[in-house]
């Protein structure tokens, strides 16, 4: 159980362009979703916690207007790189957190490499 | 937020135990240890948690002091497989978010 599903897996666009990137939690409900972003050798980072018919909450530092998340419902959210550059090319993943006790762990999608050219 | 400390890199041989540990010296009493791995190009994937007793699943042990300022790992017969990059992680408080440090890079060599 608690499977999330990302899509799609890679995508390569041009600059000036946007991308959407959808998360899906496949066999539960997600009230809340977490996005991060992942670059080359380093940590994931949290970018925003996506909630359930409100808007996200970003982290600091991260443009609310250049990465646009929308939790339209319980089982979907989606993060939309607006215009991107190839500053933005990443690793984005996200997570949700399975029903249950809130001490239940979060499960993550297996990300999408984003290239910008 | 509670923050903890990993040691950048260890290595282990195929079939012998890996024991990775983890500092979290300013844990609250109510926040938990998670452990994670994320193997190349993937998604973390979920390993164990626990709050203040040790526990075990069918992946790992997870062994926490009982001042519960730090934790160990075990990987009880590590294989190839295990190679990874290993996080420990303690929630932010009373949210959902899991803020993630740079984590044990594991080797394991036949």
């Known amino acids: 159980g608690a499977v999330v599903s990302q899509h799609p897996s890679w995508v390569i666009c041009k600059s000036g362009t946007s991308v959407k990137i959808e998360c899906r939690s496949l066999d539960f409900q997600a009230t809340t979703m977490f996005w991060y972003r992942q670059f080359p050798k380093q940590s994931l980072m949290l970018m925003a916690t996506?909630?359930?018919?409100?808007?996200?909450?970003?982290e600091q530092g991260v443009e609310k207007d250049k990465f646009l998340i929308n939790h339209a419902s319980l089982t979907l959210s989606t993060l939309t790189v607006t215009s991107a550059h190839p500053e933005d090319s990443s690793f984005y993943i996200c997570?949700?957190?399975?029903?249950?006790?809130?001490?239940?762990?979060?499960?993550f999608g297996n990300g999408t490499r984003l290239t910008v050219t | 937020d509670a923050k903890t400390t990993q040691p950048p890199s260890m290595d282990c041989a195929e079939g012998r135990a890996a024991n990775l540990p983890c500092n979290h010296s300013?844990?609250?009493?109510?926040?938990?240890v998670y452990w994670y791995r994320q193997i190349h190009s993937q998604g973390p994937q979920y390993i164990i948690h626990g709050l203040k007793n040790n526990e075990t699943n069918e992946m790992a042990s997870l062994i926490i002091t009982e001042d519960r300022k730090s934790s160990t790992l075990i990987l009880p017969h590590a294989t190839l497989r295990d190679t990874a990059v290993y996080y420990c992680?303690?929630?932010?408080?009373?949210?959902?978010?899991?803020?993630f440090g740079t984590g044990t890079r594991l080797q394991v060599f036949p």
């Open positions: 997570s949700a957190r399975g029903q249950g006790a809130f001490s239940s762990p979060l499960h």
């Open positions: 300013t844990i609250s009493g109510n926040e938990y």
């Open positions: 992680i303690v929630r932010v408080g009373d949210t959902d978010k899991l803020i």
């Open positions: 996506s909630n359930e018919g409100s808007k996200a909450t970003y």
